[in-house]
């Protein structure tokens, strides 16, 4: 029980911080003239690596604090869990940076689409992954990105949402629909967390 409530201390600052990282990489697309295809990939993986390395202060703040080990076997366990996902994803971009670089014909929305759903899908599986050794609640995150990367590419498929970026439409611009899902589903997690984290009674 002492160990659930930790994960729980611990993951809701996390999540926070994470969606706040999104949100404001999604306003600085929006806002400044970040409206190429490879532009945006740079803004995100920029993004994302800056999101861990956040994470990862503050976990080392958090263990510092409780006067315990930053490496401890659970956490390297949660970090293996997550490395090969991440990876993965990030790799997989570079693909289409290889692709636009060179200047070949290639549809924008059919790039920016690809890359999103493999980012979404990878980092889905990340987390799930990394909720088997911490909580439930991680799981379920997971299973929201790995749920929303395949709707993505369906939405497109269909015609539904053809993603363009400096679109003022903000369900079809890419930075808004990248804010959205990584910064807000985490900040509906820190949410959820922070709501139900269990206090001590008042004496």
Do not use: D, K
């Not at 911080?17 to 400044?32: D, N, P, Y």
């Not at 315990?68 to 970090?79: G, M, N, Q």
């Not at 869990?81 to 070949?104: H, I, K, N, Q, S």
């Not at 899902?181 to 509906?188: K, M, N, R, S, Y």
């Amino acid at each position: 029980m002492e160990r659930a409530a930790l994960y729980r201390r611990t993951l809701a600052p996390l999540m926070l911080a994470t969606g706040l990282i999104g949100i404001v990489a999604s306003g600085i697309g929006l806002l400044t003239p970040i409206q190429t295809p490879l532009t945006f990939l740079a803004l995100w993986l920029i993004t994302a690596t800056l999101a861990m390395g956040v994470s990862l202060i503050i976990v080392r703040r958090q263990a510092v604090m409780a006067r315990e080990p930053f490496s401890t076997p659970a956490s390297r366990r949660v970090i293996g869990a997550l490395y090969a996902p991440l990876c993965a994803g990030a790799l997989l971009a570079l693909p289409a940076v290889v692709l636009l670089g060179t200047g070949r014909p290639a549809p924008a929305e059919s790039v920016l689409t690809g890359v999103m759903c493999v980012w979404m899908g990878f980092y889905g599986c990340g987390l799930n992954a990394a909720g088997q050794y911490s909580s439930r609640g991680v799981r379920l995150l997971g299973w929201g990105f790995i749920g929303t990367g395949p709707l993505l590419a369906t939405l497109y498929v269909g015609g539904f949402l053809i993603p363009e970026l400096g679109s003022r439409v903000l369900w079809t611009n890419p930075h808004a629909i990248m804010g959205t899902t990584f910064g807000g589903f985490h900040l509906v997690a820190a949410g959820y967390l922070y709501l139900t984290e269990s206090r001590p009674p008042s004496p």
